[in-house]
């Protein structure tokens, strides 16, 4: 077996199980459950045993640092079960495949454990974890070399080997998690769509609550423009009916309240990339309306703690909302930058239609809407996301040359 058949063999098999838990994820995310955590780690550890199933073809090395893929994702999504399981595993087999004591790797495998620790307690990032990892790797399957494959080689030969593999499988990591990542991140778009949607639904139906919960006042009020004190018969009759219609009401919006009540589930994340990953989604639709793209986002890893899907929602109904104000095409133009006191900025900008003085001034009141067809919850719902983040958001406006909207978060 030749090096590009044994490489090609090792993607599929260790695609094949992340790619049906992909494809889990999206059943799940369809019908509103969250996954089981339990269900990556199997995917992890089937990737490896599908890839172990060929370690005994082809270069001992190549086999031996291909089974690393999977423990270097487990590590990046963070799942001990999966890490724990697979580097046991990995000590055995590069004992078996090198013919070596197993306590080798048993140190190897105990210093990620150690650098992975680590990096959890300083919060760093994933890159500096993975350039440590490199390192280990490099040092270890360089002592295989000296005394064990290749003995009698020159140092230079072994070291040039060594290099070769380490880059080798750094290539094809970042190739694995790049597969991995975008499938997620194509997920994360359309459910963020999906909420955004559902959020407006739900909003819309206080118009139907209003119905419901307007017939108990009336009845209510009914009773009580009836109501004779001094009547211990009317007492007795309508104060009961009053009450059930009182709790009835309560009830109802108790009901809608648990349903419209914004949740934000916070996590580290790198806005700047959640830019770039909801502009760059939204580029066919700019194309289709003649709408120039001016994105100058930032290069620079900026993190937040914040909701990755809140905050997509946000950026995707102000996108939405420039996109419908140019009917007639113009520039979007969307940027981000880190202020003199560390807080992100991100703003976006259109040549639409604009917004008068007296409708900037409404603008984040719920139901308010210069739309034919909008209900006037897409900025309300956007405004409380960014306030329950600690955030800002203002809009600019002149009418007739299109609207501002700066928001600033605070940065980690």
Not at 75 to 91: G, K
Request: with cysteine; glycine share 6%.
């Amino acid at each position: 077996m030749n090096l590009f058949e044994t490489i090609l063999i090792h993607i599929v098999s260790i695609t094949f199980p992340l790619v049906l838990y992909l494809f889990y994820l999206a059943y799940q995310k369809g019908i509103g459950k969250e996954e089981n955590k339990l269900l990556l780690d199997f995917a992890f550890i089937s990737s490896f045993y599908l890839s172990t199933r060929f370690y005994m073809m082809g270069s001992s090395e190549i086999n031996y640092l291909f089974l690393h893929i999977p423990l270097w994702m487990a590590y990046c999504y963070r799942q001990p079960f999966s890490i724990f399981v697979i580097s046991i595993l990995l000590c055995f087999y590069g004992g078996n495949l090198f013919q070596v004591q197993p306590y080798y790797f048993i140190l190897e495998y105990a210093l990620y454990g150690l650098l992975y620790y680590v990096g959890i307690k300083r919060s760093v990032h994933r890159r500096w974890i993975e350039q440590r990892f490199i390192f280990i790797s490099g040092a270890t399957l360089l002592l295989i070399y000296f005394f064990v494959s290749a003995p009698t080689e020159t140092v230079w030969i072994n070291v040039l080997f060594a290099i070769g593999y380490i880059t080798l499988l750094e290539l094809a990591t970042q190739f694995m998690l790049y597969l991995f990542e975008k499938g997620e991140q194509i997920l994360k778009f359309h459910m963020t769509i999906k909420e955004l949607e559902r959020e407006k639904q739900i909003r819309t139906s206080l118009f139907k609550i209003t119905h419901e919960i307007k017939n108990p006042i009336a009845v209510c009020k009914g009773y009580l423009d009836m109501l004779d004190t001094k009547n211990q018969e009317h007492v007795d009759t309508y104060i009961p009916i009053m009450k059930e219609e009182i709790d009835r009401t309560l009830v109802l919006l108790q009901d809608f309240l648990s349903m419209t009540k914004v949740k934000v589930e916070k996590d580290i994340l790198d806005i700047n990339l959640l830019l770039e990953e909801v502009t760059n989604h939204f580029l066919p639709i700019l194309k289709e309306k003649k709408i120039q793209a001016d994105f100058h986002i930032m290069d620079d890893e900026v993190y937040i703690n914040g909701d990755y899907h809140r905050l997509s929602q946000v950026i995707v109904n102000l996108l939405k909302n420039s996109v419908e104000a140019m009917e007639d095409g113009g520039t979007l133009s969307v940027s981000s930058k880190v202020t003199k006191d560390h807080r992100v900025e991100i703003q976006v900008k259109d040549q639409g239609c604009g917004i008068s003085e007296e409708n900037l001034k409404r603008m984040t009141e719920p139901f308010f809407t210069t739309k034919r067809k909008g209900t006037g919850l897409g900025v309300s719902l956007s405004n409380e996301i960014i306030l329950a983040h600690e955030g800002t958001m203002k809009y600019q406006s002149i009418e007739g040359k299109g609207t501002t909207v700066t928001i600033l978060l605070h940065q980690m």
